[in-house]
């Protein structure tokens, strides 16, 4: 604890005052983050530090194996954290950001290591989809390095599903003022590698190009059509 008073002291005396002038103004006119991210609580993935944005810029939602439960009617922190984003905050991008070495990952992976975490087990039930999906469609002899990093990323393409669940989102991306982004982020390497919907698979992020997206609005007007012609 001795490390984080001495950090919060240097962040007093040394940072803040430099940010003086945008805090307050943060303090008087409210946020207006660019994008959610919904990401790991693994303390070697540090959303800001990654994107490199300051305060304000990026409204942060972190859980074990960055996770989306499905919309229910019970209520939930993430859930709450999405609405808020969508509705209040009129965010128009979300990003779910899985990671290397995810020990959330390797729970889904073995099982028996969750036996004395009945709460982190029934949370990763939530991403058994990916456990499933590596395990029947990918090759049998994965060592075990490669299927967590594998069901690490096919675990942000079925949380990139649940998140269409939830209302808010699912209206915005009707009327096409919504972008949801898959990400993975190597600890080792510092690379961030993006999810392209379009083509089904995880590339690498060119600076030369445009940003491949997981799952943009959906072309409303045909269906709206079909419904005004009955
Ligand atoms: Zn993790």
């Not at 990952?105 to 991403?127: D, F, I, Q, Y």
Request: charged share 20%.
């Amino acid at each position: 604890m001795g490390d984080l008073l001495k950090g919060i002291s240097n962040f007093r005396g040394a940072v803040f005052p430099n940010y003086q002038a945008l805090y307050r103004k943060l303090a008087q006119e409210g946020q207006q983050p660019h994008a959610l991210m919904i990401s790991c609580a693994d303390s070697r993935v540090l959303p800001e530090t990654i994107t490199q944005s300051g305060p304000g810029e990026l409204f942060v939602c972190r859980n074990a194996g960055n996770i989306v439960p499905p919309f229910s009617t019970a209520n939930g922190g993430v859930s709450s954290a999405i609405e808020y984003a969508v509705v209040a905050l009129a965010v128009r991008d979300i990003i779910v950001c899985g990671h290397s070495d995810c020990g959330a990952m390797k729970g889904l992976c073995r099982p028996e290591l969750l036996k004395s975490m009945p709460n982190v087990a029934a949370w990763l039930k939530h991403g058994y989809a990916a456990h499933s999906i590596v395990c029947q469609a990918y090759p049998a002899d994965l060592s075990e390095r490669q299927k967590v990093r594998a069901i690490a990323m096919e675990n942000v393409i079925v949380q990139l599903d649940h998140l269409r669940t939830h209302p808010s989102v699912a209206a915005r991306l009707a009327t096409n003022d919504m972008t949801l982004h898959g990400w993975f982020f190597d600890i080792e390497t510092g690379e961030v590698e993006v999810y392209d919907g379009s083509a089904a698979r995880f590339t690498k992020i060119r600076e030369d190009g445009p940003l491949p997206v997981a799952v943009t609005g959906r072309d409303r007007p045909q269906v709206l059509a079909a419904v005004a012609a009955e």
